[in-house]
Each structure stands twice: as structure tokens, then as C-alpha cells.
């Protein structure tokens, strides 16, 4: 069974940083493209990060460019998101998910159960 | 960027009725088209890709269709569990800003 597990989320002052990681299990982890997706409170989904398997490609959502980085260990089976700089408007649960096959533009499985990320002071 | 317009926003159904929703894209993107569900308090779950292929273990009461800048979702007879909220999303990027089916 495929298993995500994402963690690092909190309470953060504005300008601050957190890394959220999420750690993957149960498919060959460096055979799929990794991915990153936000809902902030009572809002719709917003793509925010992807990583191809080797790690070798990155994209990024235009709001979040410059200051947030995914990477992933595939050693470790785990997808990284480093958020730096950080807004209030970066406050949401954000999930990590699995692309569902080789093509990144096939949608997204399965999904994280999501950590909560805090922006305030 | 492209942008992803679904229509309605809400709605209200009965259980057995049939259900449309609509996703339009701002310009041309093929059949790169995914459909999500949501619970409230859960992940999306992934039930169409590529505009019309159904999702493993997804019933088959979901359909999708469409291609180019419309798309369409169709929950052929609705359920008592798929009372949710549905986005369509292009490609790996942007998603559409979500219809809630709700209880009449």
C-alpha cells in the first residue's frame, strides 16, 4: 500500500523558514514525480511544487518562486519542501502526492494527509 | 498561466440524480485535464485523468469527457457518499476553484 506521510508544519513568524518533508512508502519511490499542493483555510487547492523522479527537474507556482525550494533523497524515500521568506498568505495545510503514473500531467495519487503551516506573529 | 473556470460553483441534488459539472480552461490544453474529490477534513482523492480515464477503484457512475477548453464531469447517479467538493485541474498545475455538491 502506497503511504505518505508528510511532517514539519507549525506556527511561524513572517519572514521565517520551515522545512516540510514527506516521507513515502510502499512503490519505488524514484520512479515517480513528487509533488506539493496547498489549501489555505476554507479556500481551493493550490499546486504549489513538483520534482521529477531524479530530481533532475523542478517547477514552481510563480508565487512561491525564489522562495521555496522541493528537492527530494531518494536514498531515504523522502520529498523535501524548504520554505524560506514567509507570508502570511503561505498559511495553509499543505499536501504531498504522488504523481500517479510516469506522466506528471496524469493527475495526482495518492495524497498525504496534509500538515498545517501557520504564518503569524 | 492558464486559467481553470468551473461552473457551478455549487449546487444542491437529490440521491439518484444525475450531476454535470463544467471546467473551462482559458486556452487550448488538450486532454491534460484531472478531476479531484474532497471531504471536508480529508485529502483529494484523484477520480479522472487525462480529461476521461477513470481512476482505479473509482465507481463507475464518474465519467468525464471533453477536450481542447471544455471539459465535463458526470456523476451518473449520485450517491449519499458523494456529497463533496470536486476540482478539475490542467495538467500538474492549476486547479479550477472547486464545486461543492451539497444536499437538497
Known amino acids: 500500500e502506497v503511504q505518505l506521510l508528510e511532517s514539519g508544519g507549525g506556527l511561524v513568524q513572517p519572514g521565517g523558514s520551515l522545512r516540510l518533508s514527506c516521507a513515502a512508502s510502499?512503490?519505488?519511490?524514484?520512479?515517480?514525480?513528487m509533488n506539493w499542493v496547498r489549501q489555505a483555510p476554507g479556500t481551493g487547492l493550490q499546486w504549489v511544487s513538483s520534482?521529477?523522479?531524479?530530481?533532475?527537474?523542478?517547477y514552481y507556482t510563480d508565487s512561491v518562486k525564489g522562495r521555496f525550494t522541493i528537492s527530494r533523497d531518494n536514498s531515504k524515500n523522502t520529498v523535501y519542501l524548504q520554505m524560506n521568506s514567509l507570508r502570511a498568505d503561505d498559511t495553509a495545510v499543505y499536501y504531498c502526492?504522488?504523481?500517479?503514473?510516469?506522466?506528471?500531467?496524469?493527475?495526482?495519487?495518492?495524497w498525504g494527509q496534509g500538515t498545517l503551516v501557520t504564518v503569524s506573529s | 498561466d492558464i486559467q481553470m473556470t468551473q461552473s457551478p460553483s455549487s449546487l444542491s441534488a437529490s440521491v439518484g440524480d444525475r450531476v454535470t459539472i463544467t471546467c473551462r480552461a482559458s486556452?487550448?490544453?488538450?486532454?491534460?485535464l484531472n478531476w479531484y474529490q474532497q471531504k471536508p477534513g480529508k485529502a483529494p482523492k484523484l477520480l479522472i485523468y487525462?480529461?476521461?480515464s477513470l481512476q482505479s477503484g473509482v465507481p463507475s457512475r464518474f465519467s468525464g469527457s471533453g477536450s481542447g477548453t471544455d471539459f465535463t464531469l458526470t456523476i451518473g447517479s449520485l450517491q449519499p457518499e458523494d456529497f463533496a467538493t470536486y476540482y478539475c485541474q490542467q495538467s500538474y498545475r492549476t486547479f479550477g476553484q472547486g464545486t461543492k455538491v451539497e444536499v437538497k
Open positions: 487525462a480529461a476521461s
Open positions: 510502499g512503490f519505488t519511490f524514484n520512479n515517480y514525480a
Open positions: 502526492a504522488k504523481a500517479r503514473g510516469w506522466e506528471l500531467a496524469e493527475g495526482f495519487d495518492p
Open positions: 520534482i521529477s523522479g531524479s530530481g533532475e527537474s523542478t
Open positions: 486556452q487550448s490544453i488538450s486532454r491534460y
